[in-house]
């Protein structure tokens, strides 16, 4: 018998969901999980957008929750999955630090193989050009779908699309490929300025095109040595109604210990 992926919040996790604000402080990973939501019937991959504007910091350990939350909600269908993490921003050590244990829980279940971008600069002995650079990405993205083996469902996650924009790779072009392609999904980051001045065209077409958006900026009332930033979640539409705008949560937060602690605006004692 053939396992599926989740194909929506079941009313036991919407209910659930409602619930969390009367918690101080939740997971990241928990209130992603309860949001993604892909259909077993789609022909096109889910595309989930993280975006970090004007904020240096956590950029990363949010990525990355968002992968756990995507694999840790494929579990409750036992769904095997194998991904190709392309590491453009940092080191792909810097990752898989905090995806290991996820990896080794899953027994077999999650694999995940690497393109290290910044590593593979240094080993070129000549500079590759924008052009020959999306060429590798795209044979590289194009040769790990075809060798998935069946049962398995082809993911993607890369981090980030701004560094190959600034690397003169046609970025528009390559997202282009993955969003027609067989994968099932695909995590994007995104690191940019706070008033998206100098944000090329790319962002917002991404955000539009994306079923969930994770948008992670600096606070509005300024600094905080207690919270690092604000983080809002919202969704394209919900299973149930297309046509209706789902409105975005949003969330103060903190990074603690490798996770990503989430606070309802005036939930906690933490931002006065």
């Given at each position: 018998?053939?396992?599926?992926?989740?194909?929506?919040?079941?009313?036991?996790?919407?209910?659930?969901?409602?619930?969390?604000?009367?918690?101080?402080?939740?997971?990241?990973?928990?209130?992603?999980?309860?949001?993604?939501?892909?259909?077993?019937?789609?022909?096109?991959?889910?595309?989930?957008?993280?975006?970090?504007?004007?904020l240096s910091a956590s950029h990363e350990e949010v990525f990355v929750a968002t992968i756990s939350s995507l694999l840790s909600g494929s579990c409750d269908?036992?769904?095997?999955?194998?991904?190709?993490?392309?590491?453009?921003?940092?080191?792909?050590?810097?990752?898989?630090?905090?995806?290991?244990?996820?990896?080794?829980?899953?027994?077999g279940r999650h694999k995940i193989s690497t393109f290290d971008l910044s590593e593979s600069f240094l080993a070129s002995p000549v500079t590759q050009s924008?052009?020959?650079?999306?060429?590798?990405?795209?044979?590289?993205?194009?040769?790990?779908?075809?060798?998935?083996?069946?049962?398995?469902?082809?993911?993607?996650?890369?981090?980030?699309?701004?560094?190959?924009?600034?690397?003169?790779?046609?970025?528009?072009?390559?997202?282009?490929?993955?969003?027609?392609?067989?994968?099932?999904?695909?995590?994007?980051?995104?690191?940019?300025?706070?008033?998206?001045?100098?944000?090329?065209?790319?962002?917002?077409?991404?955000?539009?095109?994306?079923?969930?958006?994770?948008?992670?900026?600096?606070?509005?009332?300024?600094?905080?040595?207690?919270?690092?930033?604000?983080?809002?979640?919202?969704?394209?539409?919900?299973?149930?109604?297309?046509?209706?705008?789902?409105?975005?949560?949003?969330?103060?937060?903190?990074?603690?210990?490798?996770?990503?602690?989430?606070?309802?605006?005036?939930?906690?004692?933490?931002?006065?």
């Open positions: 018998m053939s396992q599926q992926w989740k194909s929506g919040p079941s009313p036991q996790r919407l209910h659930l969901c409602s619930h969390f604000r009367f918690f101080q402080a939740v997971d990241l990973c928990t209130l992603l999980t309860q949001q993604i939501a892909i259909p077993e019937e789609r022909s096109l991959p889910y595309l989930i957008f993280v975006t970090s504007l004007g269908g036992e769904q095997a999955t194998t991904s190709l993490l392309i590491a453009a921003k940092q080191p792909v050590e810097r990752y898989m630090a905090h995806l290991n244990s996820l990896l080794h829980r899953s027994a924008g052009e020959d650079l999306y060429n590798d990405l795209r044979k590289r993205a194009t040769d790990f779908t075809g060798s998935v083996e069946e049962g398995r469902k082809p993911l993607i996650f890369l981090d980030d699309l701004a560094v190959l924009t600034d690397l003169g790779v046609p970025s528009h072009r390559f997202l282009g490929s993955l969003l027609v392609s067989n994968l099932h999904c695909l995590v994007i980051g995104y690191h940019g300025s706070r008033d998206g001045v100098g944000d090329d065209l790319l962002l917002h077409l991404a955000r539009r095109r994306a079923e969930l958006c994770v948008d992670v900026r600096p606070l509005d009332t300024g600094y905080s040595d207690a919270i690092d930033g604000q983080l809002t979640i919202s969704q394209r539409h919900q299973e149930h109604s297309e046509d209706e705008p789902v409105k975005p949560t949003k969330f103060h937060f903190r990074a603690v210990d490798r996770r990503i602690q989430c606070y309802y605006p005036g939930a906690s004692n933490l931002v006065s």
